[in-house]
């Protein structure tokens, strides 16, 4: 090709056009192709990598796969737009050569979803590894417990791990935390919204709320997709203009916008139990859980019963299985805080017959949480658990 003619081709492309067919997680249903543009990847790339405060001596792991939005932006592109350097450890989550890349790279920041840093701490606690360069790390997916915070900057040398909020259809981030915020945010919120962004909380009736009252997130701006290809109806459904012309994305997650503008993430809407017609969102009951110290991981799911319609189940996998804690205690756990209703009234363990030896997860590492409710009602299907209330 010569000069004329890639400046031709060149002269052509704008920032509006779509550069990605990115496919969400489909940790719900089938997955969907969102399309996103220069001006969506890039620019949201440039401001997470601003809250990273990276710059060209930063050397970034990134364990998260390209073909997802986390290894492709918050990790490849935000690399690119700061001039820093970028270690892919391997073509899937390997753990051991996460670690080995940390050390023998001398990274200076470290990507993943919780899960993966739960794996790299058992083998930095295991081979005596101690990384030397570590500042700072991006988790995303789920939440971080402070337990899990604490033992990153014990163990790792991570003084400050920032959470990014977003999805798919917004490039993927629209909220994060700071390297200046407290503990207390960094572990309770996922910060707040990046530049030339908004959100705000609606109730059912489409009416926005208060400062502190709980409803559906939405989010405007720059990092929207055009739009998911192929399926206007699907579009439509979630890309919602209001009486001003405002376009906004209904994320499907309820959540709360605190005074200074910090969101919590309190649940995904497909994902809450009702039981008894009560509504209990699982997040706040895996929050909980995870403050345990001897519990590393906990998903939570609703379990079809006859009298309530649906009850709690947990799926829990212990720090060390030999020192696993009791059914009875889990549930302690949980009551202290919570009502009676939100006690999990039927506990797994992962590695246990039946259960599977990890939880199911998309390539991503998000929960299937549709397998999980699979698998919970088969083994009390087939009186393998017993209920523990």
């Given amino acids: 090709m010569n000069d004329r003619v890639l400046k031709r081709a060149e002269n052509r492309v ?21 399309m996103l543009t220069h001006n969506n990847l890039l ?14 001596e930063d050397v970034i792991c990134c364990p998260p796969p390209l073909f997802h939005c986390f290894g492709l932006v918050l990790g490849f592109l935000a690399s690119f737009t700061h001039g820093s350097s970028i270690v892919f450890p391997s073509d899937f989550f390997d753990v051991k050569r996460v670690v080995d890349a940390i050390v023998d790279e001398d990274a200076t920041v470290l990507l993943g979803v919780p899960t993966m840093y739960v794996s790299e701490l058992e083998v930095v606690a295991k081979t005596g590894q101690r990384p030397r360069q570590l500042r700072t790390g991006l988790a995303s997916g789920s939440a971080v417990s402070q337990g899990l915070m604490n033992e990153l900057r014990a163990k790792m ?50 009416r926005t709320l208060q400062r502190g009252e709980r409803g559906e997130l939405c989010t405007s701006g720059f990092a929207l997709q055009k739009g998911y290809l192929g ?57 909980r859980i995870m403050l345990h110290p001897a519990i590393s991981e906990a998903s939570v799911v609703g379990i079809k019963d006859e009298r309530y319609g649906e009850v709690v189940g947990c799926f829990l996998k212990g720090v060390e299985r030999s020192s696993r804690i009791s059914d009875v205690e889990v549930k302690k756990w949980v009551g202290q805080q919570m009502g009676r209703h939100k006690t999990p009234q039927y506990i797994f363990w992962i590695g246990d017959a039946g ?20 698998i919970g009602n088969k083994l009390i299907g087939q009186g393998r658990v017993k209920a523990k209330l």
């Fill in 157 to 206: 040398g991570v003084e400050k791990m920032l959470i990014a909020y977003g999805m798919t259809e917004t490039s993927p981030v629209t909220f994060i935390t700071s390297l200046e915020d407290s503990d207390e945010k960094g572990t309770t919120t996922v910060g707040r919204v990046i530049p030339h962004t908004a959100a705000k909380v609606i109730g059912k009736d489409g």
């Fill in 355 to 374: 259960v599977g030896d990890d939880y199911p997860k998309t390539g991503s590492g998000k929960y299937q949480k549709h397998i999980l409710r699979d």
């Fill in 14 to 34: 704008t920032p509006e056009d779509v550069l990605n067919l990115q496919f969400t997680s489909g940790t719900t249903g089938s997955p969907k192709a969102a």
């Fill in 231 to 287: 399926n206007e109806a699907k579009t439509r459904e979630v890309m919602r203009r209001d009486e001003d012309g405002v376009l906004w994305m209904h994320t499907g997650d309820e959540a709360l916008l605190d005074k200074d503008g910090f969101a919590q993430i309190t649940g995904r809407i497909k994902d809450m139990i009702i039981r008894g017609g009560e509504n209990i969102f699982p997040r706040e009951i895996e929050e």
């Fill in 43 to 56: 620019n949201d790339a440039r401001f997470v990598g601003d809250a990273m405060a990276l710059t060209p």
